[in-house]
């Protein structure tokens, strides 16, 4: 598969190869007699080279790990390229962060997919369309994957997930963790298997909880806590020599999803400690309410 764009760095190493002087008020003159070389007549065949893959995610933290893999993607003897990316559907007026960070890094309209289902067979056609697949990678995109879909890579999907697993698997580990008051976290860099966050580990970083902070600003560290994990391992990953571990089951915690009958705070039955865990903790999804009653105790 052809390459989608050239980066600026291979356009400067091209100018240093035509060895145009750009000074001289007759730039072209030093073409006039040039012919490509044959290494620039197979840039086709050494794009084909490159391990495509697939990125699926939504928000601002996924688009984040998104915009450090298209760096490192650009940098001199990269071997990977980003194929398509996958986002969950956003009201229509607006793009995604990560479908913006994709279209910023000139990824073409027709390789960004925004599905209502990730189930969708229609979907598996086009990604089969654009060559063999070597991964895919997954960052709060908010969805289980198909056995269907779970099938093309031919090194798996690896996801980022923001705790220490087989510590709070599911929906809310950010805000569970926060509500519990835990001091330490972190991210995990596990591979996706049809049970949720059950797949095996490949790497792990611990992240200290400052008892102030809030969840999307640890929302924040834990996904760039994941992203350089992810950047630290890719290389092994897509040369087949990636090792992980499987979870002890019998360590398994899980997260519920955040409801809005939670926001209330009761301050007759929780103490104060248990009222700021929970007020950081529904930061940026709904603010925690409460209602102070003074009474006059003297009657």
Known sequence: MASYGTSVYKCKQIAKTFKCNTN?????EGLRHFSFPRSFSNVSDHAKE???IIFLGTPTFAADVLRDLFEDSLSPGSNFQISAVISRPTNKAHLSPVERVALDYGLPRSRLFCPTSITETSLLAPLRDLGPCSLAITAAYGALLPNAFLALPKYGTLNIHPSLLPKLRGAAPV???LESGSRITGASLVQTVL???AGPVLAQASVTVDPEVQAPELTDRLFRAGSRLLRQHLPEVLAGRAKAWPQ????????KKLAKEECGLDFGRTSAWECHNKVRALRGWREARGRFVLLDMRA
């Open 24 to 28: 001289t008020s007759r730039p072209l």
């Open 50 to 52: 490159k391990h495509n």
């Open 175 to 177: 805000q569970r963790s």
């Open 195 to 197: 049970k949720c966050d």
């Open 248 to 255: 002890d089951e019998q360590a398994v915690t899980f997260t």
